[in-house]
């Protein structure tokens, strides 16, 4: 496993407490390490893992995909990809339980979790979290994002 150091910025200023996560080495993202992570941010006392390290360690994974190749696992990808533009997407706490419910299907039931994950997507009203978050400390800078 090659580290992967995530220096965390948040208004400009870099926080104390980088991460460091692991890919394989040849850069490809596996089911397991997202499961973690994503678990990890669940978890409401691993206060390291925030919206802010989440939305940085998406946009660190898609780099390291760019240079490795395309992503073998469709799934993976398409999470990964929504990560990196979390606070665009307003992908928020509440959408990690039905990632990690796709993530637990077999791989030859990809297919199915893509649908899975896009169609929990499709009904996510982004307007409506986006006033729901605008005071929110991460997301709030972001709320009149398009």
């Known amino acids: ?50 919206e802010l390290a989440i939305w940085q360690w998406g946009g660190e994974a898609v780099q390291a995909r760019e240079g490795s190749g395309p992503e073998t696992d469709e799934l993976v990808r398409d999470i990964v990809d929504l990560l990196a533009a979390l606070p665009y997407e ?26 899975l994950l896009w169609n929990h997507m499709d009904v996510v009203d982004v307007d409506t979290r986006r006033l729901q978050f605008a005071q929110h400390p991460f997301y709030g800078q972001f709320a009149g994002a398009d």
């Open 90 to 115: 307003m992908v928020v706490l509440e959408d990690v339980p039905v990632f990690l419910d796709a993530l637990a299907n077999p791989l030859d039931e990809t297919d199915l979790s893509v649908n």
């Open 1 to 50: 496993m090659l580290p992967m150091i995530l220096p965390l910025i948040h208004n400009g200023e870099r926080v104390s407490r980088p991460l460091i996560f692991s890919l394989d080495q040849d850069s490809k993202l596996q089911r397991s390490e997202l499961t973690q992570m994503l678990t990890r941010w669940l978890d409401s006392e691993d206060v390291q893992v925030d």
